[in-house]
């Protein structure tokens, strides 16, 4: 049993701490937040000791909030420490997680040099086994890499380019915008997303431009790919079938928009109504030539969650590429919209 | 003096008369709407006589809103009719017109089939020289056209891949959505506008993929174009500075979005805020090779409206392309932002 300490409970801490509650061969050892908000309570209630950093355990018990400790302790009781502070504070902790030895995995919003490892189960597992220190990659750069790499085994990929239509900020978020605006970010092109892809891919070329519009659900991504072979886009559409990380979204289901994926996720019983897939429509998908276009829409607060638990399993030894992705698969419930996608008799029982 | 009647007095019919009251050489003879609601007190403010069709003119002295005819009537006493009635309505209206033997403009969201002859005047202005019934395209595909024009011409354009954001509806359109969702629209790719673009340029490889966000000030285009050649950045910047109907956006205005541009109009003075110029933001032209890249914002309400007073003077034989685009640019004040775009000197006195 791994012992994982959670520090940051925000978007992605406190799901990642509730994936890792849910693995056979995985244990929470506590989750670390600096302040007593309403995270606090939500973390009280699933059970999880909570830390904090040592000046601010007097505000924690004036808000009667119990705490197990500092954040080093909790870093020294844990087999592994899952970073999910704020962007940039990450590398600030990085020294203590070396000085209790305590191995790390890091966010998206963290260097790559940070760690010299970027992580995406589907594309690079290996790269992440025995290394001691890994970043996960962004939500889109999550996404773009499940869509890239079976795509690159089968087809061969010779240039991306990448719209992402971003949301402007998470449902709670309250400070950030646009409102009514559709806003290019960055403005200077291309965006800084297809380097970071190729921290996963270092030869791809990929071109990737960015922009924020007033919507807090999941990000949208036009993408154009020029293969090195002309699939159908039936087969194009077989091959993403194919993966339990990409959920080809049905004609039948109606499902529009964002609002509609979300809305199907609350359906099916996710917890959060996260969407862990990439949800890639599949009366998008369209092949003329070698030019394959597709629209996905990609869950910001939980596509990386499947890959922290994989990259634990890779730093730590506990199981192969494939092993690791069925069992997080399986025990967080990853691919059933897939299943649904293909339209299983089964699912009709 | 060429008289002109507006059929239809939404969003593009109440711009196309103001427009053409500022025009030497027209006149508006009247304006036609089926309602009495706000739009009529604008007309009446103007001084436009106000025509409905026929089982509405009790509806409009009922309200106390003088009608000086019928539709019928308006198209007997104009040289010339610009229809801007809803999508699919103009195509109804044509045998009307064809009756009075009086010429019309139609706008885009009816059938290219419905003239033969779609119009940019940057573009195909000779085309429409010397016909009786020309489509001015939409406000996407115009301002894709006026992009592709220039390039074309200096350094030929292998292909385009646009994706574009669109603003789910205008301000005054209470009932559109989205509300907080990213939708792809249409879901099938590529979209209908690529086509659309193929009326101007029947020979150009272009696939086009479409959006909907929660906006309502402008479109935006995120394009990549495949050129014949090679050049800087620099120069296609410089190319796009020469046309008096794009408006490099310098950085120096911190324009990061739409809502910005549509202040600067505002403050510039411009009538209703309008932007008739293409917005490609300066910062965003990025060359790779033979690839483009850049963003462009597209005000859906306005960047027709000079291509209608161009297609009135191509079919009324009035002017060459280079003189209406000019007297259209000059009366309007088209150009003025792209002047600041160069930061001209004189522009601080």
């Known amino acids: 049993m791994v012992t994982v300490g959670i520090n940051g409970y925000g978007t992605i801490g406190k799901r990642v701490a509730d994936a890792v509650a849910a ?167 291309p965006s800084h997303h297809g380097p970071d892809v190729n921290t996963i891919f270092p030869d791809l070329a990929i071109d990737t431009l960015g922009l924020k519009v007033p919507a807090t659900l999941m990000h949208v991504h036009s993408l154009n790919l020029e293969l090195g072979s002309e699939p159908s886009a039936a087969e194009v559409r077989e091959l993403f079938e194919g993966e339990s990380r990409l959920f080809v979204v049905p004609e039948r289901l109606d499902a529009d928009g964002t609002g509609k994926l979300r809305e199907y996720a609350r359906d099916m019983g996710r917890p959060r109504g996260d ?16 030019e394959l276009y597709c629209f996905q829409a990609i869950h910001q607060e939980s596509d990386v969650i499947p890959e922290n638990i994989d990259a634990i399993r890779a730093i730590c030894g506990l199981a192969s590429k494939e092993e690791s992705m069925a069992l997080t698969d399986e025990s967080l419930g990853v691919g059933l919209p897939a299943v649904v996608g293909r339209e299983r008799a089964s699912l009709a029982v």
């Not at 989750?31 to 040592?54: E, H, M, N, Q």
């Not at 969407?275 to 070698?290: I, T």
């Open 23 to 189: 693995q056979p061969d995985m244990e929470v050892v506590g989750v670390a937040k600096t302040s007593p908000d309403l995270g606090a309570d939500g973390a009280g209630a699933r059970g999880y000791p909570l830390y904090t950093i040592d000046d601010r355990i007097r505000e924690f018990r004036r808000a009667d909030v119990d705490v197990a400790g500092t954040v080093e302790e909790l870093v020294e009781r844990c087999d592994v420490v899952v970073d999910a502070t704020p962007g940039g504070i990450g590398a600030t902790y990085k020294p203590v997680y070396e000085a209790a030895d305590t191995p790390a995995i890091f966010q998206g919003k963290e260097d790559h040099d940070l760690t010299g490892t970027s992580f995406n189960a589907r594309a690079n597992f290996e790269a992440a086994e025995g290394e001691r220190y890994v970043r996960v990659v962004s939500c889109n750069t999550t996404g773009l890499s499940r869509l890239v790499a079976p795509l690159s085994e089968t087809f061969g990929v010779e240039k991306v380019r990448a719209t992402l239509v971003r949301r402007g900020g998470d449902p709670d978020q309250t400070g950030r915008g646009p409102i009514n605006d559709i806003v290019p970010d960055p403005m200077a092109l």
């Open 275 to 290: 969407l862990w897939e990439n949800c890639v429509w599949g009366e998008s998908v369209s092949v003329s030539g070698n």
